[in-house]
């Protein structure tokens, strides 16, 4: 799939813009840049655009999404101003096939719940779209269930911070991961911790590369000469 050179990380923000906000992917959009976002499911099962599993570097609250209906997360203002944790379905309305979309699936829903709830919101969506995670099992249900959708494996091997998600994050960076179970159509790898020899992996898998996150124009050059496309912040 073809994202074009550079893919906008969690839309096109900074200056009072929110990440995954409306106002982002509409700038995004106007620009003609493909946008990166990430999905999670609310208490009552609703897909919602937002980052982490909790409100408090976003929105200044220390409680997990997850544990709130939509109707509650939309008292919550991003980042101090009007914008709001938008519905995935309201995001899919506003690209309307415009850019392509590239949605991280989070982990922490039991599997297949998520899955199953994007699908059948993409179900009527003519744009362009992939999927990709952390998580090899998301892959694997995609592989299983809906293997026309393009899928792509993430691969990190900075530190998170807790020793969980460290271990899924090491094991979801193997090779024999990504050739017997995800079997992905595109790696897509952190600039701060990618090598030449996972280049090649992917060159030998038959996978695109795709590489992230590149905030200044160096690193955006440099990041070109190897990635079919850079998923970008411009500051």
Same mark, same amino acid.
């Given at each position: ?8 990380h969690r839309g096109l923000h900074g200056g ?85 979309? @590239?949605?991280?699936? =989070?982990?922490?829903?039991? /599997?297949? *719940?998520?899955?199953?709830? &994007?699908?059948?919101? %993409? ?47 090491? @094991?979801?960076?193997? =090779?024999?991961?990504?050739? /017997?179970? *995800?079997?992905?159509?595109? &790696?897509?790898?952190? %600039? ?9 992996t992917a060159q030998e898998l ?30």
């Open positions: 799939m073809d994202f074009g050179k550079y893919i906008a009072g813009i929110p990440e995954n906000s409306m106002a982002a992917f509409e700038k995004a959009i106007a620009k003609g840049l493909a946008i990166e976002l990430d999905i999670r499911m609310t208490k009552d099962c609703r897909l919602v655009v937002f980052h982490d599993a909790d409100l408090l570097r976003m929105c200044g609250t220390d409680i997990k999404l997850s544990e709130l209906e939509y109707s509650q997360l939309a008292a919550f203002p991003l980042s101090d101003c009007e914008e709001k944790i938008p519905l995935f379905s309201d995001v899919l309305k506003l690209v309307d096939s415009r850019v392509p979309l @590239l949605i991280e699936i =989070k982990r922490g829903s039991p /599997y297949g *719940t998520v899955e199953k709830r &994007l699908m059948k919101l %993409l179900k009527g969506y003519n744009g362009e779209y992939a999927v990709q995670s952390f998580d090899p099992m998301i892959l694997l249900w995609f592989r299983l269930h809906a293997p026309k959708v393009c899928r792509g494996q993430l691969v990190t091997g900075h530190p998170s911070g807790s020793k969980k998600e460290d271990l899924l994050e090491r @094991l979801s960076s193997t =090779k024999p991961v990504w050739k /017997y179970i *995800t079997k992905p159509d595109f &790696l897509s790898f952190d %600039l701060r911790t990618i090598e030449m020899e996972d280049i090649y038959g996978a695109d590369v795709l590489s992230w996150t590149a905030d200044t124009p160096e690193l955006r050059r440099t990041a070109r000469a190897f990635s079919r496309s850079v998923i970008s912040e411009w500051k």
